[in-house]
């Protein structure tokens, strides 16, 4: 909540800070355009009249567009930087409607109209990195056009409409390359925040690991001395022993999060790591009254991997299937091969299925939907997957299931 907040609190901030540049800009332009065209311009050259024609609003055009400013400041003040940019061009459009009419409805004058500021209307549009905005810029100016010019009855609005649709393009393609531009630093950051936060874990985990895993070591070991010793006065030793390898797998995870990872491509037979791993998940699929079916499709070629990482992702994978299945079902592990040069295996349960929040969730650190799970069993997974350029796919219907598919390379340069 903390964070939603901090991030609520820095768009307003970058919000406000857009539409003071934009106010400043907006009037600067409006009264320095006014100035040059019926000041300068006439008194230097023989185009146009001086002074503010007496046709129109007049100097209301003046007290109008600047009662906005105090609107605006209001709003911005109160923490609500965001309709100001939408009432500016409102106002500002209709104020101008209004005096088009007033000096050309109903006489022979040559239509002559636009200010400057139309143009920073146009292209400060992509600074707030908005379409909504840039589109109510863009159709509103040529709309106002158009309207002027089917009123008036003057084709005179065509030079402005096509300058306007001209610069609207170009104010278009700025507007896609800073969203471009700014999600490409979202992703970037995301990257390195994810990376950080792997390399703390890492080496909190590897920390954690080695500690554990040396008295683990001997627990296990006294345990099994005393089975064999006194193998029939105590139910509990292979209870203690199986749980004594449950805590030993949470270590290899933790210790394979903190570790360097190093891959030894070799070739390897997808056949024989499917049949290893469902050796090693038969009898917890049995208790739970999960049948398991394989289907491979056609010949499949041996491809580069490790091993031994795989077997490791398999057994994860299928463990999480047969889990799943609390009242017993079935799994079908489909394998093909798909574009000639990569290799995918799907599993597919008949399971509870995943919420689709949760999906986005799944393969972060600690995260999990299971009520004893450690969250770490996927995120290995996937690491793994990562690590041999490969991608893990998970789709999945509340109530009916999920498939999970792996996809890796056949060959590795």
């Not at 990569?342 to 995260?367: H, Q, R, T, W, Y």
Request: hydrophobic residues 45%; proline residues 4%; glycine residues 6%.
């Amino acid at each position: 909540m903390k964070d939603k907040h901090n991030t609520k609190l820095k768009l307003i901030f970058e919000e406000k800070r857009a539409i003071n540049l934009f106010l400043w800009l907006f009037y600067s332009f409006f009264i320095i355009f006014d100035i040059f065209y019926y000041y300068v311009l006439p008194k230097y050259t023989s185009y146009g009249q001086m002074g503010i024609p007496k046709e129109g609003l007049n100097y209301w055009q003046f007290i109008l567009v600047f009662s906005m400013l105090p609107i605006s400041i209001y709003k911005i003040k109160k923490g609500n930087p965001y309709p100001v940019k939408y009432f500016l061009l409102v106002s500002y459009i209709l104020i101008d409607v209004i005096d088009n009419l007033m000096i050309y409805f109903g006489n022979s004058t040559k239509f002559a109209s636009g200010n400057i500021v139309e143009l920073v209307l146009i292209f400060f549009s992509p600074v707030f990195v908005n379409k909504k905005y840039f589109w109510s810029v863009s159709l509103g100016i040529i709309g106002k056009y158009i309207f002027l010019g089917v009123v008036l009855k003057t084709t005179d609005v065509l030079p402005p409409t096509v300058i306007t649709a001209i610069l609207s393009a170009i104010a278009y393609i700025l507007l896609i390359r800073f969203y471009s531009y700014i999600n490409t630093l979202t992703s970037v950051y995301e990257e390195l925040r994810q990376k950080e936060k792997l390399a703390v874990i890492g080496r909190m985990s590897a920390a954690i690991g080695h500690e554990i895993r040396n008295p683990l070591s001997s627990l296990r070991g006294f345990t099994q001395l005393q089975q064999e010793r006194y193998p029939n006065t105590n139910d509990f030793y292979p209870i203690m022993i199986q749980e004594i390898d449950r805590i030993n797998s949470i270590v290899n995870d933790l210790m394979y999060i903190g570790k360097p990872r190093v891959i030894h491509y070799e070739k390897a037979s997808i056949e024989e790591i499917i049949a290893y791993t469902l050796s090693i998940t038969q009898q917890q699929a049995e208790r739970q009254g999960v049948t398991v079916e394989t289907i491979m499709a056609g010949p499949l070629p041996p491809f580069d991997c490790d091993e031994k990482q795989l077997k490791q992702v398999f057994i994860n994978l299928i463990k999480n299937a047969i889990e799943a299945m609390t009242e017993g079902g079935k799994i079908e592990i489909r394998v093909k091969v798909i574009e000639k040069d990569k290799m995918s295996v799907s599993i597919l349960d008949e399971g509870g299925g995943i919420a689709d929040e949760n999906i986005l969730n799944l393969g972060e650190p600690f995260f999990t939907t299971k009520k004893d799970g450690t969250g770490l069993g996927l995120m290995v997974t996937n690491q793994i997957i990562k690590d041999h350029l490969g991608e893990l796919n998970i789709d999945s219907i509340l109530e009916k299931g999920t498939r999970i598919e792996v996809v890796l390379p056949i060959k590795h340069k």
